[in-house]
């Protein structure tokens, strides 16, 4: 199920003095199975685009197509599209409301007319998919951990069973082993087929996680590619302040130092290959 | 050491929520710690160990249930001691919507000195001067509402220097923003930490930011488990992560690097250390 | 959306009116609007609107502007005017049915809509000229001789900044905890009005809990900041009143004088009432 976005300009208050261009004609296509990672500075209009992919905004100008559904044409059944397209905002724990978990991860299949036993089946194949054990199911959410309220929130939204995931900044207040365990479920589902779109501040992560890499800023697109193609434009990057993986910063500074090694480097352990591999080449080889 | 230098004190910190100690959740099981006056510390520890509750007792925000706290020597639970101290150690928080008292910057800049019952034209001085010091001098007449994250917590620290306080207490300040966000609350702390020797502890999950630090705190369930430099502290690998944190990437790569042979100092944290490190094995070679 | 109509009540511009002293704002807009309740025939509104077009071109701030401060209150401008059109007995104008409408009813109608007209352009200008930081400065000050009467003028006023400053992140909130639900199916523009009462329900729950929680956080934040309310506080700005702003309430006064004299002169626009 493609979402393709054609041209989209977006203003909020528009016609008042204080008319706001949160998009100015953006243009890309978020492919079947893709793990898109939303990356620019803050103001430079993510969460506006992300509401773009259920309709819960619709364009200025432009269209944006779901399935080939235009978002903005009459006969269009959003609510359909808004279970299609799986949408988390950010710190959704604090929007939790339901007296139990269950019902608060049941939220989302009752309102589709979802009934009885099935209801159960989609609560606990969603609470499978974060992890979280059954025993949590009638307790109530205000006394769990923030970790586990991330998942729960999560999960309300797998229950849904969407065909696309879109998270807001899903790691956002967690510690270090919270964010770890929220974004290895993320992995998994993507893994499983689902499309992946997730806004985040963290370049680590994204590096670390997307197959392609969209940045944003002033509500244009201004680098679309791998990660690797993106993170080559260090400077770039920078001056619209975003930031380069410190991994990535690290080959560079040596590089300027004179090592022969890649600079398109992501993670941890293609940075130890790249200099161990170095090391042991000047050790056995180089002129002693 | 002499009281003058300790800037906060710790000693047996009990605290627990609740109505009594049997029924309440114990945040606090008895933490001691010092923290010595210019000095730079990062308090890390997972989700519900106890950090802000530890930082609401350096300013007398909560009472201990046992032990006590001493700011610059002032006991927290004399009553006599709680608007010095709150004055002497300023406290800036996660979230910054949820701080501004005020919707124009520098009126909200001016609430402390106005509590204060200082005098108009030093308020205005050292509004003036408190904005000047965090790069936010631009926007004296701004709304709040229309400031980047990073720009507001920066008000938000000025709304604590105006206040002249010896120390400043942040509770997750960069959580919520962007890396040049981040990057601007970073810079501007250690500045007023180098320049006006202000005691600065700051709370993160960002292990990154920790490595900067004069000094790390590790909490734990409710205990300063760990505390030393970030080379100590990052070098306890098994431990760190048995507690659920992080260790920079640098630091793992350095171990990566140490069980292949290679003699990379364990003090090298930052990604420039680092780069020197490893062009002094080079050379060395 | 939102964010848009709350801050557009302040509108940013120069004029003598902007720079007026909120205080002698606050008492020149009392004073008005107890001359306007004591205006009871035409001529009086007369007065008074002519006194409001004075202060609003005074004030720049375009007429589309001050209009737009009237619309959310048509739905109540036209509620009344068919109220009195329908319910007044007196001579009848048409009828519909087992409707009647009156002239006395027409009359009386158009007198209350006026006058709220007439009110709610003035004091919207005052939210319109005067920054919320200026008006609640402003109303500790004029609400301080109640103090000994026991008012806390001081919180009260405090209060209201803090209302002031959290009704735009509210609304916000709101906002976003509305397209969260949406997102999972909620419904809120179908159905009929209970339907739709209804699934406003899940929306409170955490929008209360959210308001607490801030105003719990912005608690703590003051007290960290040593607030502990009125006493020992000073100020940064302290209010000055200057000429304009003598000249203003001296205005007003004068206006009150040509209302009692044309409310003795014309008499009440329909007998019988005040
Ligand atoms: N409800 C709204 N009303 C008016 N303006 C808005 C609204 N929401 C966002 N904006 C404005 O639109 C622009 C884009 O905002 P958006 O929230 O999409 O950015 P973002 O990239 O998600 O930022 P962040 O990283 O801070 O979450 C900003 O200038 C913002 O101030
Ligand atoms: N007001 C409160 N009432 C009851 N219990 C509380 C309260 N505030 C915190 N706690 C509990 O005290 C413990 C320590 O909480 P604290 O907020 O200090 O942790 P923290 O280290 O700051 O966590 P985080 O990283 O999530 O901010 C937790 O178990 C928490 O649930
Ligand atoms: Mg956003
Ligand atoms: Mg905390």
Redesign the interface.
Same mark, same amino acid.
């Given at each position: 199920m493609p979402i393709e976005i054609e041209h989209v300009t977006y203003d909020y208050m528009p016609g008042t003095p204080s008319q706001v261009r949160a998009l100015d004609d953006v243009c890309m296509t978020i492919r079947d199975g893709e793990f898109l990672g939303l990356i620019g500075p803050t103001g430079s209009g993510k969460s506006t685009l992300i509401q773009h992919l259920n309709g819960l905004l619709v364009p200025t100008s432009g269209r944006v197509l779901i399935d080939g559904l235009d978002t903005r044409a009459k006969g269009t059944d959003l609510r359909k599209l808004r279970q299609k397209v799986g949408l988390v905002f950010q710190y959704p724990e604090e929007q939790v409301f339901e007296e139990t978990v269950f019902e608060d991860i049941a939220f989302g299949p009752k309102n589709l007319g979802v009934l009885g036993e099935e209801i159960e089946a989609r609560v606990r194949e969603a609470i499978a998919l974060v992890g979280l054990p059954e025993s949590l199911l009638q307790r109530s959410p205000f006394e769990l951990s923030g970790g586990q309220l991330r998942r729960v929130a999560l999960a309300g939204v797998l229950a849904m069973r969407p065909e696309v995931l879109v998270l807001d900044e899903p790691t956002a207040g967690l510690d270090p082993l919270g964010k770890r365990e929220i974004l290895g479920h993320i992995r998994r589902l993507h893994e499983r087929g689902l499309t992946v779109v997730m806004v985040s501040h963290n370049m680590e992560d994204v590096a670390k996680l997307a197959d392609r890499l969209v940045v944003l800023d002033h509500g244009r697109i201004v680098l679309d590619g791998t990660p690797r193609e993106v993170f080559s434009h260090g400077e770039l990057l920078e001056s619209i302040g975003l930031d380069i993986p410190d991994v990535t910063k690290m080959m560079k500074e040596l590089r300027k130092r004179g090592w022969p090694v890649r600079t398109d480097v992501l993670t941890l352990e293609e940075a130890y290959e790249e200099i161990s591999g170095y090391l042991a080449g000047t050790k056995v080889g180089g002129p002693r | 050491m002499n009281e003058e230098n300790r800037a906060v004190v710790a000693e047996t910190l009990v605290h627990t929520y609740g109505p009594d100690e049997s029924s309440g959740v114990t945040a606090l099981a008895g933490v001691d710690l010092e923290i010595k006056q210019g000095e730079f510390v990062c308090i890390i @520890?997972?989700? @519900?160990s106890g950090k802000s509750t530890l930082a609401?007792h350096f300013?007398a925000?909560l009472l201990p249930t046992s032990g006590r706290v001493l700011v610059f020597g002032m006991d927290t639970k004399d009553e006599r001691n709680l608007?010095e101290i709150?004055?002497t150690a300023? %406290?800036v =928080?996660?979230?910054p919507?949820?701080?501004?008292?005020?919707?124009?910057v520098?009126?909200d800049v001016? =609430?402390?000195?106005?509590?204060?019952?200082?005098?108009?034209e030093e308020?205005?001085q050292r509004?003036s001067d408190a904005l000047k010091a965090v790069g936010m001098e631009d926007f004296s007449r701004a709304?709040p /509402?229309f400031l980047?994250?990073?720009q507001k917590q920066r008000v938000a620290i000025a @709304?604590?220097l105006a206040?002249m306080p010896s120390v400043i207490v942040l509770d997750?300040p960069t959580?919520?923003?962007?890396?040049?966000?981040r990057r601007e609350v970073m810079e501007t702390l250690s500045r007023l930490n180098k320049e006006k020797g202000i005691t600065v502890v700051h709370i993160t /999950?960002h292990?990154?930011e920790a490595v900067h630090a004069d000094r790390v705190i590790v909490m734990y369930e409710g205990k300063a488990v760990l505390s030393g430099s970030p080379a100590e502290v990052f070098s306890q690998t098994e431990d760190l992560s048995k507690w659920?944190?992080?260790v920079p =990437?640098?630091e793992?790569?350095g171990d990566?690097?140490r069980k292949?042979g290679?003699e990379v100092s364990r003090s090298a944290l930052t990604?420039?250390e %680092?780069?020197d490190e490893?062009?002094r094995?080079?050379s060395s070679? | 959306m939102i964010r848009g109509v709350i801050i557009g009540q302040y509108y940013p511009v120069r004029s003598t009116v902007h720079s007026m002293d909120p205080r002698a704002k606050i008492l020149i807009a009392t004073i008005f609007m107890v001359i306007l309740f004591m205006g009871n025939n035409f001529y009086c509104f007369l007065a008074m609107g002519l006194f409001a077009v004075i202060a609003v071109l005074l004030s720049k701030v375009p007429w589309h502007v001050v209009v737009r401060t009237v619309r959310p209150m048509l739905f109540i401008l036209i509620f009344t005017l068919a109220l009195h059109l329908f319910l007044t007995p007196g001579p009848v104008l048409v009828r519909v049915g087992p409707i009647t409408a009156t002239w006395s009813g027409l009359v009386q109608g158009l007198f209350i809509g006026t006058r709220l007209v007439i009110l709610i352009m003035f004091t919207s200008l005052l939210t319109l000229t005067t920054s919320p930081v200026e008006l609640t400065d402003g109303l500790e000050d004029v609400l301080r001789p109640f103090s000994r009467l026991g008012v806390p003028h001081h919180e009260l006023a405090m209060m209201m900044t803090i209302a002031l400053r959290f009704i735009p992140t509210l609304l916000e909130e709101a906002e976003r905890i509305m397209k969260a639900q949406m997102a999972r199916g909620a419904d809120f523009q179908s159905g009929n009005m209970l339907r739709r009462a209804r699934n406003l329900a899940p929306l409170l729950v955490p929008l209360f809990v959210s308001a607490f929680r801030r105003a719990d956080e912005l608690a703590l934040a003051m007290e960290a900041r040593c607030y502990r309310g009125g006493e020992g506080r000073t100020r940064m700005k302290k209010l000055e009143m200057h000429r304009a702003d003598y000249v203003g309430i001296l205005l007003v006064l004068l206006a009150s004088i040509v209302v009692v004299y044309l409310r003795i002169k014309f008499g009440p626009v329909i007998q019988g009432t005040v």
């Open positions: - | @520890g997972p989700n @519900g609401r300013n925000l608007w709150r004055r300023g %406290m =928080f996660q979230n919507d949820n701080q501004m008292v005020a919707t124009v520098e009126e001016a =609430f402390g000195p106005e509590n204060l019952g200082i005098k108009p308020i205005r509004v709304s /509402h980047s994250g990073g @709304g604590i206040m997750e959580a919520m923003l962007d890396p040049r966000g /999950h292990m990154d659920g944190l992080d =990437f640098v793992r790569l990566m690097l292949s290679y990604v420039e %680092m780069v490893l062009c094995l080079r070679t | -």
